[in-house]
């Protein structure tokens, strides 16, 4: 007999899926009976919140939908802070979780892990949660969780399977093809407006946001038919490379930005929610554009939020820019086209600015001097903060972090697990403070025992040195934030890891090049000099 949990590996196996994450438990068992031999690979992470970020992680950078099987109540609970990161970053996770017998929903007389409603739960990080009521649904619901993941905005998916039906007969149906589900094009008829309208912008402007990921030939070639300066979100970093002559980073929270946005006579903002934490993170609200905005997004309610669009177009980012290069004139970027001169005004307003960093700036540029591939995956913590606005990279998904949207700690460490086996030929540098690293530590030993050779760099300001700053800012007396720091040299290396503090600059590059294969190395810098100023 075939047990619906092993059709359930088997369906998923056939669709690509070659990674779960999850942590056995007593009521998931039988969904583990199908993993031997299923050429289905499981990670154990320590914690569920650590299954949901790897498998975050590790979909950015696949590609693929991450998948995890969670147990009932407790396990659903703790991974509900990832899930959230994911919808807010529009990235697709199949969490598939057990829950009581049929007959025992919703009784509330103790049963096992019970909740009274799981799907009550997940309700607001998902794009839905079902609950299995018979064994021939299976495999019209797994098409309409990829059908969201392929064809609209990407978010979780929750599928939850009663206990007396993981264990029941599914011999009888048989193991569907793929049939992958088309993103939604663009109307011609908005798109020949909009050419129309850019054609006739003097001082146009282009802002980039995470929709755009799958599209980075067309955002290139888009930026230069418009020769628009271009504004990047944080999970649209690369889609420009270093020294595009209209790259303006993603600094448009800051003045030099700000005001080039309201001088623009045209705004396109493709797949970007124009949202605070990529657009106001300074929270006063100056972030106003001047002139018509034309906005495209595969999510119709995006169209009419955070900034009114003079012009909305529903679809797909890629389709999108692809119908706009069709009626637009192709141009090459040049340094001196007038809007590459307008975006290298920006750029030396924003150079000034950031002299303060300059020991943030020589930090980077020490790890790309040893790993000039490495992928950045961080957590909420001032290499981040200042990652943002410094670092710029060849090629999307090379640098994602927790600080933009939901902005949660401790996502930067399984995170950076997940891509890390995802893609793990490109080296994976995880950023994370010492008070984010506390929430998921226990990771590490998912790392070790999953033979992850990442670089865990924590920046270590002996606590919440953000928060502490931003009490004393606003004249509250620091409480909560002097939190005891222990030794991670010591705590990494009971993990299994390497472990090390970097003395100045010349040995953190010394660590660097001496990156095991096998196992993450932790290289502790200090909030101090030679890496901070006193």
Known sequence: MTTCGEYLVRQLHAWGVDTVFGIPGVHTVELYRGLPGSGVRHITPRHEQGAGFMADGYARVSGKPGVCFIITGPGMTNILTAMGQAYADSIPLLVISSVNERARLGLGNGYLHELPNQRALVAGVCAFSHTLLGVDELPDVLERAFAVFDGQRPRPVHLELPLDLITADAGHLPIRARRPIAPPAPHPALLDDAAARLRAARSPLLLLGGGCRGAEAEA??????????????????????????????????????????????????????????????VFDGGFRLGGELIRVDIDPQQLVRNQRPSLAIQGDARLAMDGLLTRLEPREARDDSPGARRAAGVRQRLAEGFQGWAHYRALFEDILAVLPAARFVGDSTQTVYSGNHLVELDGANRWFNSSTGYGTLGYGLPAAIGAHLADPARPTVCLIGDGGLQFTLPELASAVEARVGIVVLLWNNRGYGEIKRYMERRAIEPVGVDIYTPDFIALARAFGCEAERARDRDHLRQLLAALPADRPLLIEVNEAPPFAPA
């Open 220 to 281: 290139r070639a888009l930026a230069a038919a418009l020769d628009a300066p271009t504004a990047l979100t944080i999970n649209a970093k690369g889609l420009l490379p270093p020294g595009h002559p209209l790259l303006l980073g993603s600094n448009q929270s800051l003045v030099p930005v700000r005001e080039l946005a309201a001088a623009a006579d045209c705004v396109l903002a493709i797949g970007t929610e124009l949202g605070e934490t990529d657009y106001d993170v």
